[in-house]
């Protein structure tokens, strides 16, 4: 077979699958931009391990999703807190 004889046109619909594409044979710059969305991933594949540091944004998170049991204790310090967006909230027994 030539160089560059087998052409996508003569490749039939689902003539390959997992079976015959080698370990590490796809890389990330043979996958297009926006290729691969929610879809395409299966849950529990994307580990903290694979998330980077400053990766998760403000924007990357849902109302209402961190909820105090998420929070670990002493977590959140003083330091943490952005006090001029800070309101108290005063009521008979709490602040």
Not at 59 to 87: C, L, R, Y
């Amino acid at each position: 077979i030539e160089d560059a004889a087998i052409t996508q046109s003569k490749i039939g619909q689902a003539a390959i699958g997992t079976a015959q594409i080698e370990d590490a044979a796809i890389t990330q710059s043979k996958i297009g931009q926006a290729a691969i969305g929610t879809a395409q991933i299966e849950n529990g594949t994307i580990t903290s391990a694979k998330i980077g540091s400053g990766e998760i944004q403000t924007a990357n998170i849902h109302d209402g999703a961190i909820t105090h049991a998420k929070i670990g204790q002493a977590a959140v310090e003083t330091a943490n807190i952005d006090f001029p967006s800070f309101t108290f909230k005063f009521s008979e027994n709490h602040v």
